[in-house]
C-alpha cells in the first residue's frame, strides 16, 4: 500500500507514529506538562506568602517547575533521534527515507512542534497554578514576554538537544553531555563570582533570563537579547546535526 502526500508530509507521519506508538517518546512530554505546571502550583500554595524569592520577580515563582519540567524535555529532545543511533534503528529510518535532510528535517519538525504545544499548554498551566496562590501583576509587556519566552523556552529546548544528539550519535554521549550541563555545571558556575559573566552566554541560563519580569543589573544584555541567544545555539546546533546527518555513514 502507498502512502499518499508529499515525501516531506509522509517522513513527518512517520516520525509521529514513532512518537504514538513508543512509550519512551509520548511519556516525557506529558511528565513535562505535569512537573511544570503542577511542581509551580505546589510551590505557590507552600511558599507563597513566606518566600520572597518567588513573589518579588513573579517570573520566578512561575516559572519554578520549569527547572523540573525541562528536564524531561531534555530527555525527549534526546530521545527523539538518539534512540534510533543506540538500537541501530537510524539505519531503517534511511532506508525508509533516504534523503537524510529530510529525515532530520522531520525529526526537527515534530520536536519543534511539539516542544511547542509542552510550551503553551505547560506556561497555561503554570500561570493559573501560580495564580491561584500568588497575587500578581498579569498585565504589562513584562507578562506579555514572559509568557511568550515560557512557550518559545521549551520548544528551544527541544530543537537544541536533539540537534546535539544528532552532532554526537549516541545517546548515551547526549545525555552525559546535556543533562550535566544544564542541571548542574551552568547553574553551579553561575553562582562563582567572575565565571558568571561568561555562564550568561549559556543557552539555558540565557533563556530563562527573558523569563524573568525584573532586570539583573549583572546581565550584559536585555530579557529579549537571552531569548535570542539561546535561539542561536539552538540554531547552531540544529545545523551542526544537519551536517552530522549528511556526513554519518
Known amino acids: 500500500m502507498t502512502s499518499s502526500g508529499s515525501p516531506a508530509v509522509n517522513a513527518l507521519r512517520a516520525e ?7 512509550r519512551s517518546l509520548w511519556i516525557t512530554p506529558l511528565l513535562a506538562l505535569v512537573l511544570t505546571a503542577g511542581v509551580t502550583a505546589a510551590v505557590g500554595a507552600a511558599l507563597g506568602g513566606k518566600d520572597h524569592n518567588i513573589t518579588d520577580d513573579p517570573g520566578v515563582g512561575v516559572f519554578y517547575g520549569l527547572n523540573f519540567g525541562q528536564a524531561a524535555l531534555t530527555c525527549f529532545g534526546i530521545l527523539l533521534i538518539g534512540q534510533e543511533f543506540n538500537t541501530r534503528m537510524i539505519g531503517t ?39 491561584a496562590s500568588v497575587p500578581a501583576d498579569w498585565d504589562g509587556p513584562a507578562f506579555v514576554r514572559t509568557a511568550v519566552a515560557g512557550v518559545l523556552y521549551q520548544t528551544l529546548v527541544v530543537v537544541l538537544c536533539l540537534g546535539t544528539t544528532a552532532v554526537l550519535g549516541n545517546l548515551t554521549a547526549a545525555m552525559g553531555l546535556l543533562v550535566p550541563t544544564l542541571f548542574l555545571l551552568s547553574p553551579l558556575l553561575g553562582g562563582v563570582p567572575g565565571v558568571r559573566r561568561m ?14 519580569y525584573v532586570d539583573d543589573p549583572q546581565i550584559a544584555y536585555g530579557h529579549w537579547t537571552g531569548l535570542l541567544i539561546m535561539a542561536l545555539w539552538t540554531a547552531l546546533a540544529a545545523y551542526g546535526g544537519l551536517r552530522a546527518m549528511r556526513r554519518a555513514k
Not at 509521529?16 to 513508543?22: A, N, P, S
Not at 533516504?98 to 532530520?104: A, E, N
Open 16 to 22: 509521529w507514529i514513532k512518537l504514538t506508538t513508543l
Open 93 to 131: 529510518s534511511l532506508t525508509a527515507v533516504p534523503r537524510r535532510g529530510r529525515l532530520y528535517g522531520a525529526k526537527l519538525t515534530l520536536g519543534a512542534l511539539v516542544g511547542l504545544a509542552v510550551g503553551a499548554v505547560g506556561t497555561a498551566g503554570a500561570f493559573a497554578g501560580y495564580a
Open 199 to 212: 555562564v550568561q552566554f549559556l543557552p539555558d541560563r540565557a533563556g530563562q533570563y527573558a523569563l524573568r
